[in-house]
Nanobody
Framework: QVQLTESGGGSVQVGDSLRLSCRAS????VAWFRQAPGKEREFVAY????????YLADSVKGRFSISGDNAKNTLFLQMNSLEPEDTAVYYC????????????????????WGQGTQVTVSS
């Protein structure tokens, strides 16, 4: 079982930045999701293991970026120009086996989940 440890959430003002971290207990494929109150969980970002290509949801493209340290099994989500609409619980999710790119946005395709870290953006 992959254990995931998240950190970096907090309460900030519009336009501020935060950097989230997700550390996995072992080598795994990892992605970021978020869930706002009353809404379904949605895909945010994914990074290929090589780091050559990243995938971002349209709602965060141009403001967020994703990076990682494979040696430390750690994934980062840099969030800039934060907006109230970014307020949500942010989760990292993991799989042991490779997932086709067309399936990364589907929460059901990810088997392990972190506890979530709250991000609150106030205007």
């Amino acid at each position: 079982q992959v254990q995931l440890t998240e950190s970096g959430g907090g309460s900030v003002q519009v336009g501020d930045s935060l950097r989230l971290s997700c550390r996995a207990s072992e080598r795994a494929y990892v992605a970021w999701f978020r869930q706002a109150p009353g809404k379904e969980r949605e895909f945010v970002a994914y990074r290929e293991r090589s780091g050559a290509t990243t995938y971002l949801a349209d709602s965060v493209k141009g403001r967020f970026s994703i990076s990682g340290d494979n040696a430390k099994n750690t994934l980062f989500l840099q969030m800039n120009s934060l907006e109230p609409e970014d307020t949500a619980v942010y989760y990292c999710a993991a799989r042991i086996n490779r997932l086709v790119l067309s399936g990364i946005r589907t929460p059901e395709n990810w088997y392990y989940w972190g506890q979530g870290t709250q991000v609150t953006v106030s205007s």
